[in-house]
């Protein structure tokens, strides 16, 4: 068999660019890892922000009440979440080999997408607040711009990420409290 060199080439290119993103290992692997995450945060802030700035700003000052509860509100939700994920995955995988119609396993691939959606609607949303509280704790006190809270929350939450043990903690504190944050309002608006 023979491979056409830019198959072999593209193939190669990929795998070290999904290797490059998953571990970076150089300072350039690192800055490229930190501009695409930044820009993915930044777009997604900037929709959020568009969509709903009053939204935000309502979900801020939920947390800001309760932060210890919203965090564990929000971690409960998480844990919650995954595990009715994994049974509903579970249920519908052994209908599915037992003959039940292919298209329930649907539901499979609906999760697939709609779960990390969600968890990046939900860091997004706390890096803003991350941002907010940075600007309020250093600037006079006073309501932040949203906007500038997205770019400064950005620059300060993807620098913590790129730092092992740190990253996992800030990650799981910073989208539970925001997941509890959400929840709240959710629970509260309805």
């Known amino acids: 068999m023979i491979v056409h060199p830019f198959v072999l080439t593209t193939a190669l290119a990929r795998r070290d660019l999904e290797e490059s993103i998953l571990d970076p290992t150089t300072v350039g692997e690192l800055a490229f890892v930190f501009g695409l995450y930044s820009l993915l945060t930044l777009g997604v802030g900037a929709i959020l922000l568009a969509a709903s700035r ?43 080999e037992r003959g039940l119609s292919p ?32 600007l309020r704790h250093f600037g006079d006190g006073s309501e932040s711009n949203p906007w500038l809270a997205l770019v400064v929350g950005t620059v300060v939450v993807n620098l913590l990420y790129l730092i092992p043990v740190v990253n996992i903690l800030v990650i799981v504190g910073l989208v539970s409290v925001a997941t509890g944050g959400i929840v709240g309002q959710w629970w509260h608006d309805r």
Request: net charge positive.
């Open 103 to 134: 298209t329930v396993g649907f539901a499979l691939a609906l999760s697939a997408v709609v779960v990390p959606v969600l968890l990046t609607l939900a860091n997004t949303i706390g890096i803003i607040l991350a941002g907010s509280a940075l």
């Open 54 to 96: 009053s939204s935000v700003r309502r979900i801020e000052a939920r947390i800001l009440e309760n932060p210890l509860n919203a965090g564990a509100i929000g971690f409960g939700a998480l844990v919650g979440s995954a595990l009715a994920v994994a049974s509903v995955r579970a249920v519908v995988a052994l209908l599915t």
